[in-house]
């Protein structure tokens, strides 16, 4: 039912309700009436439609429904905060949990005597951290470079009912405007951003490991280093003054060290 108001400028306003509604663009006067009244008329028949209103991809797999549902999920909402000291604190406690709660004791209990080797267990753990923040980075950078592309593509490929019946779609000047628009100023920044972070992230684990690898390196050779030159004593393991004590006659002919 559409709704006539009327207006004059000396009657009072009276309103006239039309049982089928009629949509009319431009002022319409009725000369029946006593006095001369203009009519303005609004109809809902005139309602705007959007842009997806003719879009045959179904409502999850459309461009810009997947990055609404990308920025509100888990952990991908991080990269979307503005507030650069929220997004490194986030990622600070993620990594320093886990390597607390399992790097730490992973690395504490897979060392030989660890009370004299606290520097390696603990850049183990710091590693261990390391190494799951850089994972959900990477993860959130798929994500967010899959999403960005459907938005930038002048294409959309979808799914009706399954794998095996896959279709494209070719989106309109209006949808297409929207998206690009949405890709370049929204989702281009966040992919920025990730791509920073998985560079500092990658050169801190490089350098952890080489911190590792030359640790390793200098337990192994004062491990296997002697103190004669036959190479017969073990730094910290073995020595041939106190095997001398407790087996004499096993180094029988052999001189003594002075």
């Known amino acids: 039912m559409a709704t006539l108001s009327i207006l004059s400028p000396k009657p009072p306003l009276k309103t006239i309700f039309l ?12 000369p029946n009436l006593q006095h001369k009244h203009t009519i303005i008329l609004s109809s ?10 003719e879009c045959p991809v179904p409502f999850d797999q459309q461009p810009i429904n997947e990055y609404q549902s990308l920025s509100s999920s888990f952990p991908f909402s991080w990269a979307v905060t503005d507030d650069l000291v929220e997004y490194s604190i986030r990622l600070i406690a993620t990594g320093a949990s886990f390597a607390f709660f399992i790097g730490l004791p992973v690395a504490w209990f897979g060392v030989v005597n660890p009370e004299s080797q606290p520097l390696k267990c603990g850049i183990g753990a710091l590693s261990s951290g ?16 899959y999403v960005g592309n459907r938005l930038l593509s002048a294409t959309v490929e979808y799914e009706e009912t399954g794998w095996y019946d896959g279709q494209v779609w070719i989106k309109s000047a209006q949808v297409l405007a929207r998206d690009r628009l949405l890709g370049s100023y929204s989702v281009k ?10 560079v500092g992230l990658a050169t ?7 911190l590792l ?15 004669e030159p036959g190479g017969r004593s073990v730094v910290g393991v073995y020595k041939d003054d106190s095997a001398r004590l407790f087996e004499p006659d096993d180094f029988c002919g052999e001189p003594s060290p002075q």
């Not at 920044?189 to 998985?198: A, I, N």
């Not at 801190?204 to 080489?210: N, P, Q, R």
Request: net charge positive.
């Open 130 to 145: 390391l190494f799951v923040v850089t994972l959900a980075v990477l993860r959130m950078y798929l994500g967010w470079a």
């Open 44 to 53: 809902k028949s005139s309602s705007f439609r959007p842009p997806e209103a």
């Open 19 to 30: 049982h089928n509604p009629i949509s009319i663009n431009k002022q319409t006067t009725l």
């Open 189 to 198: 920044p966040v992919l920025s951003r990730l791509k920073l972070t998985l």
């Open 213 to 227: 690898v030359n640790i390793e390196g200098s337990q192994k050779v004062s491990y296997f280093s002697s103190q």
């Open 204 to 210: 801190s684990l490089a350098v952890c490991i080489f």
